[in-house]
């Protein structure tokens, strides 16, 4: 990703370098992904292509899979079946922010970071996300907005070329909300990782993504694309227009949920 | 007093962060000297007992008796005891390598046994029928096997150290959030990485308790191991106190057991606020 001059023959070409910094192959593409958990089928020969630097919000009712595809992406899945490439390295942010309680903010954030300079890169991601004076916090003392905050540094520092959102900021209150999705945004346009933020909440998604996926019975069923500048109005006529839509997506879900 | 004084006045909606967190610890140093109370009354009584006749010093001694008796083995050489600062360092020989090969032995085996199925179906059904055996039932065992060296005190002692540190900490390592499990996937940590960072510190709590557990029990078996045929050590102390019916002897002995295991336990009390000093923001909010 970083644009960076080299000489004109490089000696020895990295060969695991070239294909993440390929301007065009896309962040994750998966193809036929299915999922079982004994008679129940979760993921359904599901198809999905995230951009490089693309802003993608899943929406889903409870049960429809999200959890489980994005435990797939993110590799933690042995059993999925399918075609599932990611280009480049897959970060992570749990919806319960999942700090090891053991290990103070900075520690959590460096932690498995393999690069001498570890230490002041896991600093500037907690100072880029606020939280300059918790440096040597316990997780336990953080809030949740701040322990979601040591969350996304720990999953930035590791220059993802994906990064998986689990409705990250579902258990916090409102006013927290907003302050995070201003930080989302601003963490993803100064480094533009592909996002897949995985969500409920139909406003959530409209005001971050490039682009809304819904998911019912294991495949994606709906997708729009949310071609407008940020910040959003919530008023404008054709966001108005996208929600009614993405709720009625969901809606039939929970009609069709009933059969 | 200026403390006190001015955790008296009522701050109503105005008590700093500092002044809270302060309170409770200095209640706790308090809190440590009334705990010397009780012990200072019964010697008290003892020696009044003592004093007044009610109780003969043949069979209980006076503290102040144990108390000259103590200096006495302390600053002479005698035939009959050694010193008693030598006997101490002995047992405490005894108890350490004891330890050190009992611990190491345990915390070796609740990884293998914590980590994988395999090595719990290989480690821990031993594990469990040791753990049945009544200890002290091995001693003549063990002097068979051993002799009656220093070899059998030491296994004795690592035996009885071994069981309940190996039997917290392996619950303590299934005990592991798996989420965490799951994070330093996510985080590509190595097998190592996630032994030390994850499992291991997540085991924590557990192994201290059986810390604390583990040390106790090899006290006890360092006691009943020396008055087996030792020829110096504490234990050997009261074995020759009983022979010579000197009563106070076995009473500065026992004491010293005792107060070498209040060291220990202290010990393991410093290493839990260290080691789980993350825990205290939730204690403390």
């Known amino acids: 990703m970083a644009s960076r001059l080299v000489g004109f023959v490089a000696p020895h070409p990295a060969p695991d370098a070239v294909a993440p910094e390929q301007p065009n192959a896309p962040a994750a593409r998966l193809r036929r992904v299915s999922r079982s958990f004994g008679q129940r089928r979760v993921l359904d020969r599901l198809e999905l292509e995230i951009g490089a630097g693309e802003f993608v919000a899943m929406l889903g009712r409870s049960g429809s899979g999200k959890s489980t595809l994005l435990r797939a992406i993110a ?29 103070r903010a900075l520690e959590n954030v460096r932690l498995g970071l393999r690069r001498p300079d570890a230490a002041a890169v896991a600093r500037a991601a907690l100072e880029e996300v606020g939280l300059s004076d918790h440096l040597d916090a316990w997780p336990l003392t953080l809030s949740g907005g701040e322990a979601q905050r040591v969350s996304l540094a720990r999953a930035l520092v590791r220059e993802p070329a994906l990064m998986l959102l689990d409705e990250p900021f579902g258990a916090l209150d409102a006013l927290t909300r907003i302050a995070m999705h201003d930080l989302v945004l601003g963490l993803w346009q100064r480094h533009r990782p592909a996002v897949l933020f995985v969500t409920h909440d139909v406003d959530e998604a409209l005001s971050l993504a490039d682009r809304a996926v819904v998911l019912s019975a294991g495949r994606i069923r709906h997708q729009a694309r949310i071609d407008l500048h940020r910040p959003r109005e919530r008023e404008n006529p054709e966001l108005v227009e996208l929600r009614l839509r993405l709720l009625q997506e969901l809606d039939i879900d929970t009609k069709g949920a009933t059969t | 007093m200026s403390l006190s004084n001015t955790r008296t006045i009522p701050l109503p909606g105005r008590i700093s962060r500092t002044e809270s967190s302060a309170s409770p610890r200095a209640e706790r140093r308090g809190g440590r000297w009334y705990r010397l109370l009780s012990p200072l009354v019964v010697l008290l009584v003892w020696q009044l007992a003592s004093t007044a006749g009610v109780i003969s010093a043949q069979k209980l001694p006076p503290p102040t008796q144990v108390w000259h008796t103590a200096v006495q083995l302390i600053t002479t050489n005698s035939a009959a005891y050694g010193t008693l600062q030598h006997a101490m360092l002995i047992s405490l020989e005894r108890i350490a390598i004891g330890f050190a090969l009992g611990a190491t032995a345990a915390l070796g085996l609740a990884i293998v046994a914590g980590l994988s199925r395999f090595g719990e179906n290989a480690v821990d059904p031993l594990m469990q029928m040791i753990r049945t055996l009544p200890l002290f039932g091995l001693i003549p065992v063990f002097i068979v096997w051993f002799g009656i060296g220093e070899l059998p005190k030491v296994l004795l002692i690592a035996l009885a150290a071994a069981i309940p540190l190996y039997l917290n900490t392996f619950s303590g390592i299934r005990g592991v959030d798996g989420r965490l499990g799951e994070l330093g996937r996510t985080l590509g ?25 583990s040390l106790g029990l090899a006290w006890l078996s360092l006691v009943v191991a020396e008055q ?22 076995i009473f500065v002995a026992l004491l010293v057991y005792t107060l070498l295991g209040l060291l220990t336990d202290w010990l393991v009390r410093v290493l839990e606020r260290r080691a789980l000093a993350w825990r205290r923001g939730l204690l403390a909010s």
């Open chain 1, 75 to 103: 590799g933690l899945d042995d059993e999925v079946e399918g075609e599932l490439e990611v280009s480049g390295t897959v970060a992570v942010a749990f919806q319960d922010a999942r700090l090891v309680p053991w290990k």
């Open chain 2, 189 to 213: 940590l190595s097998r190592g990485e996630m032994l030390r960072h994850i499992i291991l510190p997540g085991a924590l709590p557990e192994t201290l308790v059986g810390l604390r557990q």
């Open chain 2, 228 to 249: 087996l045929n030792a020829n110096a050590g504490l234990g050997y102390i009261i074995n020759q106190a009983t022979q010579f019916l000197q009563n106070d002897v």
